[in-house]
């Protein structure tokens, strides 16, 4: 939540009131994107990695959401395995993330934006793992 207040979608409908908070967006967006093949991590920055080593997991980590009335927009951090073909595990990303944020809350994703922030190197992951700075 990086220090800022949470944003909540409201979608009225007969029956009543469904509010949808922009962090249920982030977590939605970044299990689809880990669950693709060839992605090694999401890339979180300082406050990720500080709430990693008390032993927390997060689940938004690496996630930036826009979320307008009807429409969201996602961008992705992550960091990806050596070896992997980076323009289709991308195109996965984009295309399970739309399905999967669609499917849940009913919003529209106009874009999902994958910037790749890094390699992994190593079977064991962060040790061996470079990243652009």
Request: net charge negative; no cysteine; charged share 30%.
């Amino acid at each position: 939540m990086e220090g800022k207040d949470i944003v909540v979608q409201e979608i009225r409908n007969g029956y009543g009131t469904v509010r949808i908070a922009d962090e249920v967006v982030k977590v939605i967006a970044g299990l689809a994107a880990t669950e693709v093949p060839g992605v090694a991590d999401m890339s979180g920055g300082l406050v990720g990695g500080i709430a990693e080593r008390l032993g927390r997991k997060n689940l938004a980590k690496g996630v930036r959401v826009e979320v307008g009335e009807k429409e969201a927009a996602v961008d992705l951090y992550i960091v990806v395995d050596y070896g992997v073909r980076i323009p289709d595990v991308a195109a996965e990303i984009q295309r399970k993330v739309k399905q999967a944020v669609e499917g849940m809350t009913g919003l529209k994703v106009v874009e999902v934006n994958v910037h790749v922030q890094g390699v992994n190197f190593g079977p064991e992951g962060r040790e061996e793992e470079t990243r652009v700075k």
